[in-house]
């Protein structure tokens, strides 16, 4: 069985869930950015596999880049955010972080 | 000897990325991240994407991942490993990501499976034309080794550039042709974003200074 579109897809598919998993089951939120990440490369190895097996020719690489420069940025904020909920609650457990709740 | 290699960097994917899923310990989950990136690229490097595979190591492994590390060790004190689990949050994670994952699968396995069949209803027929053998024809190898090349030359015709040798051309040409052509808005604005986020990250993460050091440096100045 040759290397095919759907290896790639399947590979994406299983980044996509463990990152949801991540994301929903984690009490850190570094860890939750961990997933985020996951999901993102899950992302690009579809753009990858349909740039090379799926007739989207060299668009798809560019569409890659983009989201790859889209990750840098999230994740500068997102550490940034990070870092002043750690400094204000003590506490980098998303669930510890509801001031805002009565 | 190909397929050899792409189960070794899918295993290395996906292992790592189970490791960062499921570990307890936040450190090892950030090395695993590393593993997964690694395996990532070479995954980028089987599917004839080099620009992209170095791009993913520079970016994501000597940048994100630091950052991500430096997150782990200013926010988490070292020796209470936090293993607290949300009462149920488990099973209602692993039970919505499995149900994720079946859905995901049946959806591009059954892409394939149903483009030799007869797509009856309309929803079945999109699919089958998205996945049907004159758009997607990667059984065709010929086809296959020379796509990205062939579509390039038809496109941006370079008569000067002659690819003879197959997948070892690269794509860094390629792509920095379309940054200033194609993608020449996208690339401006993805800079201004970065940028815009870059200035952001540092106001946030800055320390505010108090009135005593505002004062002070207003009566040094």
Known sequence: MTIGLNHFL????????????SMLYRRNVIAVLMGVELILNAANINFIAFSRYGGVNISGQMAAIFVIVVAAGEAAVALAIVLNIYKNFKSVNPAEVDTLRD | MFDFIFYCFAIITV???????????IVYAAFALLFTFFGIAGLYVMANADFLAVTQLMIY??????????????TTRIGSVDIRVGSGS????????TALFVILSVAFLGSEATHT???NDGKMKTVTSW???STMPWKNSQWNKNATEEVLKVKYGSPDEKKTNEGSSGTSAEIGKLFLTDFLLPFEVIS?????SLIGATMIARKEPT??????AESVS
């Open chain 1, 10 to 21: 399947f590979i994406g598919a299983v980044l996509f869930v463990l990152g949801i998993f």
């Open chain 2, 15 to 25: 292992a790592g990325a189970f490791v960062t899923a499921l570990s307890k310990n």
């Open chain 2, 61 to 74: 492994v000597g940048g994100i991942l630091i950052l991500l590390i430096f997150g782990v060790m200013l």
């Open chain 2, 90 to 97: 488990k099973w209602v994670a692993g039970i919505m990501a």
């Open chain 2, 117 to 119: 069949e007869k797509g």
């Open chain 2, 131 to 133: 996945a049907s053998s």
């Open chain 2, 192 to 196: 201004v974003l970065l940028l815009v």
């Open chain 2, 211 to 216: 009135l005593e050091e505002e004062a002070i």
